[in-house]
C-alpha cells in the first residue's frame, strides 16, 4: 500500500513530533525557514542479480543532498 503525506501533512507530523519529543510547541508556518530533508549519499555496488543498490556502509563523505519542504511538496511510502 502506498502511504503519501503532503507538505501539510508533513509540518503537521513535525509539530506534533517535537511537542511530543521536545516539550516545544511551534509552528512551522511562523519560521524564517522551511524545514529540510537531507539525504546521506552512498556509494553503489552490485546485487547478487547484477542491479545496481545503495552500499550503506560506504557513504560518500560528508556529501548530502538538501531539499526544502515547501508547499508542493510529498513524502510516499509502501507499506507491505
Do not use: T
Not at 53 to 60: D, G, M, R, Y
Request: aromatic residues 8%; hydrophobic residues 35%.
Amino acid at each position: 500500500m502506498k502511504i503519501e503525506l503532503d507538505s501539510w501533512e508533513i509540518e503537521k507530523a513535525i509539530e506534533e513530533y517535537v511537542e511530543k519529543h521536545h516539550n516545544l510547541k511551534v509552528n512551522l508556518q511562523d519560521q524564517e525557514l522551511p524545514p529540510l530533508l537531507e539525504v546521506q549519499m552512498y556509494e553503489h555496488k552490485k546485487d547478487k542479480n547484477g542491479k545496481n543498490v545503495l552500499n550503506f556502509s560506504k557513504p560518500i563523505g560528508n556529501e548530502r543532498h538538501c531539499v526544502e519542504i515547501v508547499q508542493e511538496s510529498w513524502i510516499s511510502f509502501y507499506i507491505d
